[in-house]
């Protein structure tokens, strides 16, 4: 296993930040029981990202002339990763011939750069509007025969997707896994698509980052602790603002979210069967996540003065063992 560090050259709105709500019996570990598949916290959070498809689709954070002019691009971090895995003669990662599965693929932004990259690619959402919206981007973009958009809960993936061992890549970056209450069967869920010898690639905010909150005192040069890192139960929040568009007052404020440790990510991988080739850390993300990060470049956010006081984002590179890649 490979770890890796990565420190960003120097160059408001924390998207956690919010009243919290607790639940009768929250303060006892693993108090809180979670049915994956339905519930109060599905309704709510799908409502929730279901009003954001809009604002997003016009937002300059999801910037889509560069994908319209058939050169789209992930983030750095995922580019460099990535063409690292399947090297392209022009720089860039190539993934001709490979079939992709992208899980909570919002409205397919990042779903059809990867196949501008050559890849068949099927995007998987729980937001009607969402898929809605990559489907018809898809068709704008003349990606749609090689792209497929699915409306599903990640946790009903298989029987929306009955197609096991069938993937040689998956694909799940940036604002996914916190919003999941189950990670090990998330993780059983990508060892099923996988073919054997295929690859996972998963970026997210980092672990660590996420007991920080900045709203309270703005002014500081750091932001607070304000979420315990093993807390196992939901975090209900009620916020009306959206980190792509300042100056958006959402209608369904309501949403759930987990915490989940660096080692109930990488143990829940290991544990469903997969291999763990590479586990990186970066002191920059893709989104402000604090209000005294700075911009570094390239749509990417860092600590003041480049002082790498903790990683703001973590990525984890695995494999199915057999087969070949």
């Known amino acids: 296993m490979v770890i890796e560090n990565s420190f960003p050259t120097p160059q408001s709105v ?3 930040a919010a009243s919290v709500t607790s639940l009768d019996g929250a303060d006892e570990p693993h108090a809180v029981s979670i049915n994956p598949r339905d519930g109060e916290w599905l309704d709510a959070n799908r409502a929730q990202w279901d009003e954001r498809v ?3 689709l016009a937002s300059d954070f999801y910037d889509q002339s560069a994908l ?3 050169d789209g691009r992930l983030t750095p971090i995922d580019e460099a990763e990535l063409q690292g895995l399947f090297p392209g003669d022009d720089g860039r990662f190539r993934l001709d011939g490979k079939r992709v599965l992208h899980l909570q693929c919002h409205f397919g932004a990042d779903t059809l750069t990867i196949a501008q990259r050559g890849a068949s690619v099927i995007g998987l959402d729980f937001s009607p509007p969402a898929i809605r919206a990559a489907r018809a981007l898809a068709a704008d973009v003349g990606l749609a025969e090689r792209t497929r958009f699915l409306i599903a809960n990640l946790y009903d993936a298989r029987h929306a997707l009955p197609e096991p061992d069938s993937f040689d890549v998956v694909f799940t970056t940036w604002g996914t896994i916190g919003w999941l209450p189950d990670v090990a069967e998330w993780a059983r869920i990508i060892e099923w698509f996988l073919a054997p010898g295929g690859t996972l690639y998963f970026a997210d905010g980092h672990p660590a980052a996420m007991v920080f909150d ?11 602790f304000a979420y315990p890192y093993g807390d196992r139960n939901p975090l209900i929040l009620d916020q009306a603002d959206d980190y792509a568009d300042g100056d958006a007052v959402l209608t369904h404020t309501r949403s759930w979210e987990w915490a989940h440790p660096t080692s109930e990510i990488v143990g829940a991988l290991l ?3 997969l291999q763990i080739d590479k586990l990186g850390e970066h002191f920059e993300v893709p989104w402000k996540m604090f209000d005294q990060l700075v911009p570094t ?12 006081w903790l990683p703001l984002a973590l990525e984890v590179v695995a494999s199915k063992p057999g087969g070949e890649r």
Do not use: K, Q
Request: glycine content about 18%; hydrophobic content about 25%; overall charge negative.
């Open 271 to 273: 544990e469903a069967g």
């Open 297 to 308: 470049g390239d749509g990417m956010f860092g600590w003041p003065d480049g002082t790498p």
């Open 54 to 56: 809009p604002l997003h």
């Open 68 to 70: 319209r002019a058939g």
């Open 14 to 16: 924390n998207p956690r």
């Open 214 to 224: 900045s709203t309270s005192s703005p002014s500081a040069p750091l932001p607070e």
